[in-house]
């Protein structure tokens, strides 16, 4: 049998990553049985296990894709830039209402809590490292803290998540995030 | 057999509405099995599902309870008053995670969408016409319309749910608050 290779195998991951994103989306967490999983890629639930030891694993891999996204993001154009970008393209982070699903289990299991968590972390670090370079710039409002500044933005992000993932309208969110925007910056 | 008096009744009916909080706060939504209900009330399942059709119902009047007694506080002192409630005694509010659980409900199940719905836009109301009023005495800033900061307002409350529900620091939330008080308010 010759071997795989590391392009394949790359590959495949990307597969399986992609078609469990769907697969959460649709179901949700506790309904992504190992069943749709595999029919969402396609493929075995050896092939799917092969590469990711646990539906767990497979979706702390799936949100570490997309704290890296988010946080390049972040790094460039701000965490509001984040939240402009779930606007435009909702349909890209549909899969985000997993996030609220898995409350109880960040509660309840130290250990995804701890992983979970480390993603957040990396995306408070970079928006807290912008912030920072705003504030020495003077573009940055002076009278609050950058550490509550990077927390309101936190916040802000979850309710954003919130509000998506319930489906609610989105109509005035464009002009909410503006508002946003103009409360970390410099009075003019 | 002598008839039930109406205080019995409602004095019943709260005993089951304070057991199911704690047991949704414990269990959540799907975790809040009618044996935990019946063990949370001390009652059987035939008295707690006279007063409520279903677990559906019984977690509605909850959510309908909450959404009374925030928009009581919010017509009053401002929807920034209910957060800094939240914040001061978070053990009250701590079967809210349940809210972020029941998001593929909202989803999947119309009618369900629709009783909750009717939840949230009575806090909205009463917090609009609060803004309204600001606005014609002048405190409001002038240059965002009040259904932009409504909503604003709105997805702050979500953030916060998230974070607290998920057990993150609130350090920083006073801080917060403060800033987004400050961001609906009229230039001094």
Same sequence: chains 1, 2.
Avoid at 44 to 56: L, P, T, V, Y
Avoid at 81 to 88: F, I, N, P
Avoid at 146 to 168: F, K, M, N, S
């Amino acid at each position: 049998m010759p071997r795989v290779s590391d392009d394949r195998l790359a590959a495949r991951r990307r597969e399986i990553l992609d078609g469990a994103r769907h697969c959460f989306a649709e179901y949700g967490y506790d309904g992504a049985t190992v069943k749709r999983l595999e029919e969402a890629t396609a493929l075995s639930r050896g092939a799917i296990f092969h590469h990711f030891k646990d539906k767990e694993a497979l979706f702390l891999a799936l949100a570490r894709e997309d704290a890296e996204r988010m946080a390049d993001v972040a790094a460039e154009e701000g965490l509001v830039q984040v939240m402009r970008d779930m606007l435009a393209r909702p349909k890209d982070f549909d899969w985000l209402g997993t996030r609220l699903e898995i409350v109880r289990k960040i509660r309840s299991d130290p250990a995804f809590a701890h992983a979970w968590a480390a993603h957040n972390d990396d995306l408070e670090a970079v928006t807290l490292a912008r912030l920072e370079r705003k504030r020495k710039d003077g573009s940055l409002r002076k009278d609050v803290p950058t550490e509550v500044l990077v927390t309101y933005l936190d916040l802000v992000l979850d309710g954003l998540i919130t509000r998506l993932a319930t489906g609610q309208s989105t109509d005035d969110l464009h002009a909410v995030l503006d508002l946003v925007e103009a409360s970390v910056r410099a009075a003019e």
